[in-house]
T-cell receptor
Framework: QKEVEQNSGPLSVPEGAIASLNCTYSDRVSQSFFWYRQYSGKSPELIMSIYSNGDKEDGRFTAQLNKASQYVSLLIRDSQPSDSATYLCAVRREAGTALIFGKGTTLSVSS | DAGVIQSPRHEVTEMGQEVTLRCKPISGHNSLFWYRQTMMRGLELLIY????????DSGMPEDRFSAKMPNASFSTLKIQPSEPRDSAVYFC????????????FGPGTRLTVL
């Protein structure tokens, strides 16, 4: 079983819609969870981090974590064409250890 | 404030040649990470350093790969000899502290081995 799994997509949504990106992880002791956005030909950039069960909102982005289900998601409200990118889910087992990345979900927002 | 700096940005070499990739982390950051990204395997951690000491090199694919961090502001990743399957984008990232530390990525080096 892969440690961090994401649907590769592409996920296509119209402009203004809500995009929902999902990620599951296999290691129950994972403590920290991150969403990175990567535009084509660019490096990953951190957009959200979440450490506790529940929701965390930052502007149009909401990260959701359910440790019991080993599931983390990212919602993007009012999707814009500029949100079109690959979204990488990353998980850290414990402080001081390295991130484990999923392969990413490609999001396409059409205008 | 400068971000993570990597050089070169692009490298084209022939099989069997030595390749050296360079990274300058963000000033003050004490952890440095080398990743490799391919379409097939995604973003994979190769090695990471904390306070210039290698902590986990289990991702280094084989003895042809080596990494050093002689001081807090510089690291190298060397491939000798290079092979076509080493073609990928190599990212360096840095972070500060241990708990809840967030990683910042450099622009990457696109390596093509012919």
């Amino acid at each position: 079983q892969k440690e961090v799994e994401q649907n590769s997509g592409p996920l296509s949504v119209p402009e203004g819609a809500i995009a929902s990106l999902n990620c599951t992880y296999s290691d129950r002791v994972s403590q920290s969870f991150f969403w990175y956005r990567q535009y084509s030909g660019k490096s990953p950039e951190l957009i959200m981090s979440i450490y506790s069960n529940g929701d965390k909102e930052d502007g149009r982005f909401t990260a959701q974590l359910n440790k019991a289900s080993q599931y983390v998601s990212l919602l993007i409200r009012d999707s814009q064409p500029s949100d079109s990118a690959t979204y990488l889910c990353a998980v850290r087992r414990e402080a001081g250890t390295a991130l484990i990345f999923g392969k990413g979900t490609t999001l396409s927002v059409s205008s | 404030d400068a971000g993570v700096i990597q050089s070169p940005r692009h490298e084209v070499t022939e099989m069997g040649q030595e390749v050296t990739l360079r990274c300058k982390p963000i000033s003050g950051h004490n952890s440095l990470f080398w990743y490799r990204q391919t379409m097939m395997r995604g973003l994979e951690l190769l090695i990471y350093f904390n306070n210039n000491v290698p902590i986990d090199d289990s991702g280094m694919p084989e003895d042809r790969f080596s990494a050093k961090m002689p001081n807090a502001s510089f690291s190298t990743l060397k491939i000798q000899p290079s092979e076509p399957r080493d073609s990928a984008v190599y990212f360096c990232a840095s972070s500060y502290g241990q708990l809840y530390n967030e990683q910042f990525f450099g622009p990457g080096t696109r390596l093509t081995v012919l």
